[in-house]
């Protein structure tokens, strides 16, 4: 393996603006205008707990700070989360500002804001939107308003619902409903407690089926002890500017500040220590791939 004068790998550093470097998963805040029963933050970590880490960076300071990403590696694709980003102070005026480096973004949301608006201003080329249907705070019929929104801006991106025990029964209709319009919820169990049972691991295989859940999913989620990307060419940018390998390692797999000038990736793969990845964050998505 060689490296530049920077220790960067060589091989890695494609033509600045053209290529993609990488990729950053930025959770952008633990904060919510909802609070889904199912909510992977409603138990576990919880909301109250994580809150405090939330800090409110300045637009500027952002657009900064992404700049300085592009110019000491290129290009990355952003996938946005949360909680919810769009009510995140700045964001939109943010992404619309990064995305003429930064592309593809994909953001993940409610859709509860005004997609209207975002989606006048940006870019569909460049930015997709997965919207989640959350049954606790609107109608099936209304979410679908919203993804017929955003089909008629062009902008791409999945639809995704979660597969919780209480709603299991509705998913079929769910899934009718979305077919009726051309499209697919992609079905994400459910992490968490339900009735004492711990999820995903104690769905049946007929719920499975009925959720349409593959059941390759507990063998693909498997990684542990496997060389892994995450950190030298993906990361997790938490709420507070630091910058973890990835969100099961969370806060135990610190690299560094983004808002450090001297932030650098790291050079060589390691070895996964967690029991799960559900969420292959170290996977790189193309412009092609990209829901
Ligand atoms: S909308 Fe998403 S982030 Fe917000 S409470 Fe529901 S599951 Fe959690
Ligand atoms: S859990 Fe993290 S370190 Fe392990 S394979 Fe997934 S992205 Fe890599």
């Not at 290009?75 to 592309?103: K, L, M, W």
């Not at 089926?209 to 542990?224: L, P, Q, S």
């Amino acid at each position: 393996m060689s490296y530049s004068e920077k220790g960067l790998k060589e091989e890695k550093m494609p033509e600045r603006g053209t290529a993609i470097y990488g990729r950053i998963t930025w959770l952008t805040h633990f904060a919510c205008n909802y609070r889904c029963t199912y909510c992977f933050y409603h138990e576990g970590c919880g909301w109250e707990i994580l809150k405090a880490q939330n800090r409110y960076f300045s637009v500027a300071q952002w657009v900064d700070a992404w700049q300085r990403l592009y110019d000491t590696y290129g290009r990355f694709v952003i996938i946005a989360t949360g909680g919810e980003p769009f009510i995140y102070p700045g964001f939109e005026n943010i992404i619309q500002q990064i995305s003429s480096q930064h592309y593809p973004i994909n953001i993940s949301t409610n859709a509860s804001q005004d997609l209207e608006r975002f989606t006048d201003v940006v870019d569909p080329e460049r930015i997709t939107l997965s919207l989640s249907f959350h049954p606790q705070f609107e109608s099936i019929e209304e979410f679908f308003g919203k993804v017929a929104l955003v089909r008629r801006k062009k902008f791409q991106g999945c639809l995704n619902l979660v597969a919780y025990p209480l709603y299991l029964n509705k998913v079929e209709y769910y899934q009718g409903y979305a077919r009726a319009s051309s499209e697919q919820f992609k079905v994400i169990p459910f992490r968490g407690i339900y009735r004492q049972n711990a999820y995903p691991w104690s769905y049946s295989d007929e719920e499975l089926e009925r959720a349409g859940i593959e059941t390759d999913w507990f063998v693909k989620v498997r990684r542990k002890g496997t060389y892994c990307q995450a950190g030298v060419q993906s990361a997790l940018l938490l709420p507070d500017g630091q910058v973890a390998k990835c969100g099961q390692m969370f806060y135990s797999g610190i690299i560094g500040n983004f808002f450090d000038r001297e932030f650098r990736l790291r050079h060589e793969a390691a070895q996964c220590e967690r029991e799960m990845c559900p969420c292959a964050e170290d996977k790189i998505f193309g412009e092609a791939e990209l829901v």
